[in-house]
T-cell receptor, first 118, second 115 residues
Framework: AQKITQTQPGMFVQEKEAVTLDCTYD???????LFWYKQPSSGEMIFLIYQGSYDQQNATEGRYSLNFQKARKSANLVISASQLGDSAMYFC???????????????FGSGTQLTVLP | DTGVSQDPRHKITKRGQNVTFRCDPISEHNRLYWYRQTLGQGPEFLTYFQNEAQLEKSRLLSDRFSAERPKGSFSTLEIQRTEQGDSAMYLCASSFRDSHPYGYTFGSGTRLTVV
């Protein structure tokens, strides 16, 4: 079974509007972390936001917020006030066993290509 | 601190040739990861080093692939007898063991094209 599912291959949003990128995950590990990365055409993976499975509040970082619904196993990324520079590929990722301090690798979804329209 | 550096940025090679990529992590990071990303997909884990020790390898890392991290600093990823299916972006990332869980930093990747 897919561990990370991103069902939106592509999304369009008008500049200055908000957009939600969907991510669902599957794990039996009670301790895990969820990440969102942005990948512009240059190729570098840019960290955006992190949510731990035991975090009580939804994570926020500037214009990025994570809508974490643990029971539904979803971790959607919300980008407010979209800018043209937000056009990029966005990946949701998970790391299991975070509380043990072990160096588990990230498992990525297939990504969502976001295009911001002027 | 200039981040994670990867060299070369692009590599075109003929099928059957050997190629080697280099990754220079952030200097104080003791963990180093290699990922492979094919077109339209997310990155997939290949292997991980803690200092100079290679502690985990994915089943994706066939016998033609080898990675090293001598002295726990830079790392190299070599692909022998390249095949067209090896065409992908190869990403390197580094982290520090005791940093917050989101302490991953990725490089810009090496894009390999096998013709």
């Amino acid at each position: 079974a897919q561990k990370i599912t991103q069902t939106q291959p592509g999304m369009f949003v008008q500049e200055k509007e908000a957009v939600t990128l969907d991510c669902t995950y599957d794990t039996s590990d009670p301790s895990y972390g969820l990440f969102w990365y942005k990948q512009p055409s240059s190729g570098e993976m840019i960290f955006l936001i992190y949510q731990g499975s035991y975090d009580q509040q939804n994570a926020t970082e500037g214009r990025y917020s994570l809508n974490f619904q643990k029971a539904r196993k979803s971790a959607n990324l919300v980008i407010s006030a979209s800018q043209l520079g937000d056009s990029a590929m966005y990946f949701c990722a998970m790391r299991e066993g975070v509380s043990s301090g072990s160096a588990r690798q990230l498992t990525f979804g297939s990504g969502t290509q976001l295009t911001v329209l002027p | 601190d200039t981040g994670v550096s990867q060299d070369p940025r692009h590599k075109i090679t003929k099928r059957g040739q050997n190629v080697t990529f280099r990754c220079d992590p952030i200097s104080e990071h003791n963990r180093l990861y290699w990922y492979r990303q094919t077109l339209g997909q997310g990155p997939e884990f290949l292997t991980y080093f803690q200092n100079e020790a290679q502690l985990e390898k994915s089943r994706l890392l066939s016998d033609r692939f080898s990675a090293e991290r001598p002295k726990g600093s830079f790392s190299t990823l070599e692909i022998q007898r390249t095949e067209q299916g090896d065409s992908a972006m190869y990403l390197c990332a580094s982290s520090f063991r005791d940093s917050h869980p989101y302490g991953y930093t990725f490089g810009s990747g090496t894009r390999l094209t096998v013709v």
